[in-house]
């Protein structure tokens, strides 16, 4: 999941490893200029995007990374919730 000042543009160039791996990739638009949305929306946008995918590993950057816990409490899927720090490699 993109930080508050992304989209979801900002894993377009780690994408085509992870697939080149076989992992499929979805990256979905977070609703950030929705004021009223809070992290149980965007948790709502990932877990549609998985579109009940039977187990996922979820990675969320900067306001992403609020959404990622949520994940796994509403998904039927084994979530892997893991939370990427920019500054390091």
Do not use: K, Q
Request: hydrophobic share 45%; charged share 20%; net charge negative.
């Amino acid at each position: 999941m993109h930080g508050a000042w992304h989209g979801a543009w900002a894993w377009d160039a780690l994408t085509p490893e992870l697939e080149a791996r076989g992992h499929r990739v979805v990256g979905p638009e977070l609703p950030r200029e929705d004021v009223d949305a809070g992290a149980a929306e965007y948790a709502r946008v990932v877990i549609d995007a998985l579109d009940r995918a039977d187990d996922a590993i979820v990675v969320g950057h900067s306001l992403g990374g609020m959404t990622v816990p949520l994940v796994p409490h509403a998904c039927t899927c084994t979530c892997a919730p893991t939370f990427r720090n920019p500054a390091t490699r």
